[in-house]
């Protein structure tokens, strides 16, 4: 990545058409913003979905694993020796278009180049400014992931059956009763199963919206919705907008426009 200290920011772009995923860290702060596409990105305790027109934000030193495939992205590395960030761990977070256009024409100017200078010090020192407000405006895009042996494999089995998850049956394959899936979802993580698996549906359905040329229905019928109607009531609840708005404002600006959330 970088080759030289003296570099304090710079960019990578990924094209990325078969799976890159493998855990890794690094001694920069990242933010990687989705051109095009749906990545993912893990860390030990959260699952990210990093969909067109968001970007995630990855501290210094902040084990991490990315999934791409069948996406762009541009990633802008900052030292922290040079930028002070406040937030000390990871985030999803929406990107406007002054940002956009920033990190993109930041693009002149990689990561792995022989030397800085006063154009690029100066970019990127507008740019860092610009990042430290959007990280204010974090996106709910994630899910908790858990090292309990039966959290695990309550959310590896619902991640695997969204279709036709059922508690009873969930409890089935992992040797528990329904009784200590309640309570232990609720020690670990704070939510309860159908919590959990509300978001989980949502999810899946918007990365599939992002990604796939799958009508509505078909996708609420993928990810466990009993129609089409049931899956825009919730993704509007949890977004703002129905999913044929979401998909239309994705493909009418090739995943550039921006696209918020509601946190209500």
């Known amino acids: 990545m970088r080759r030289h200290a003296t570099v304090a920011a710079g960019t990578v772009e990924h094209h990325a058409t078969d799976v890159?995923?493998?855990?890794?860290?690094?001694?920069l702060h990242e933010i990687e913003y989705a051109v095009s596409g749906c990545a993912e990105i893990r860390t030990p305790t959260t699952h990210y979905l990093l969909p067109p027109s968001y970007a995630a934000w990855v501290p210094a030193g902040v084990e991490h694993a990315p999934l791409l495939r069948d996406v762009t992205t541009i990633a802008v590395f900052f030292d922290p020796a040079a930028f002070d960030f406040p937030r000390a761990r990871a985030a999803i977070i929406p990107v406007p278009p002054v940002l956009r256009e920033m990190m993109r024409y930041a693009t002149r100017w990689p990561i792995g180049r022989t030397h800085d200078d006063a154009e690029a010090s100066g970019f990127f020192t507008a740019l860092a400014g610009v990042v430290r407000r959007q990280l204010a405006y974090e996106a709910p895009l994630s899910l908790p992931v858990s090292d309990d042996p039966v959290v695990r494999d309550v959310i590896a089995y619902t991640a695997a059956h969204l279709a036709d998850a059922r508690a009873a049956a969930v409890c089935r394959a992992v040797g528990i009763s329904e009784r200590v899936l309640r309570r232990r979802f609720a020690a670990v993580l704070g939510q309860t199963w159908q919590e959990h698996l509300q978001q989980a549906r949502l999810f899946r359905a918007m990365a599939l919206l992002s990604t796939s040329t799958m009508s509505v229905g078909q996708i609420a019928a993928a990810v466990g919705f009993g129609s089409a109607s049931a899956l825009a009531r919730a993704f509007?609840?949890?977004?703002?907008?129905?999913?044929?708005?979401?998909?239309?404002?994705?493909?009418?600006?090739?995943?550039?426009?921006e696209m918020t959330p509601n946190r209500g």
């Not at 890159?20 to 860290?25: A, D, K, N, P, V």
């Not at 703002?240 to 426009?257: F, M, Q, V």
């Open 236 to 257: 509007r609840a949890w977004t703002g907008e129905t999913p044929s708005a979401y998909r239309d404002r994705y493909l009418a600006t090739d995943g550039t426009n």
């Open 20 to 27: 890159i995923s493998y855990w890794h860290r690094h001694d």
